[in-house]
């Protein structure tokens, strides 16, 4: 009896670690990410403000910051416009993914003349930039 206890203590525990090492922290970041965890400026990256997550999850910001969102640096940002310029016609100012432990949070900022996304959430955090005002808007899917 004393092994099958000592056995599913060993067990519980090797699944604790497994479920706790697969969990992101500001320390365990892969290369090229960074985490929304900073509740007060000024913000280092790679801790980035909070910002609108806990709205668009639902959730309270006690509850948000045991499972922050964390999003890759985006190599295809190369592809958006740059700050200092006036983005062509219909294309977007943010684009991209960020991820929590059980959600995929897709991202958009899109001119405010243009249609939301068929199917996304929004709007959310306008934003003028060089006279186009852009308003965000998301798609939360199971990860």
Same mark, same amino acid.
């Given at each position: ?7 599913t #203590?060993?067990a519980?525990?090797? #699944?604790?670690?497994? #479920? ?8 365990t ?10 509740r ?24 948000y910051?045991?499972?922050?969102a ?14 200092? =310029?006036?983005? =062509? ?14 959600? #995929? ?13 068929a ?25």
């Amino acid at each position: 009896m004393k092994t099958l206890l000592a056995s599913t #203590v060993v067990a519980t525990l090797l #699944v604790v670690a497994a #479920v706790a090492s697969a969990q992101f922290t500001s320390d365990t970041l892969p290369a090229n990410h960074h985490i929304h965890d900073c509740r007060a400026a000024p913000c280092v990256y790679p801790h980035l403000a909070v910002g609108f997550f806990p709205q668009i999850l639902g959730k309270s910001l006690a509850t948000y910051l045991q499972d922050p969102a964390v999003c890759n640096d985006a190599t295809d940002k190369a592809l958006l416009p740059p700050l200092d =310029e006036k983005p =062509e016609p219909n294309q977007p100012l943010r684009a991209g993914v960020c991820f929590t432990s059980t959600t #995929v949070i897709h991202l958009r900022s899109i001119n405010a003349n243009n249609s939301a996304p068929a199917g996304w959430s929004g709007p959310i955090a306008p934003t003028v930039l060089n006279g186009v005002n852009y308003i965000t808007y998301w798609l939360v899917t199971p990860r």
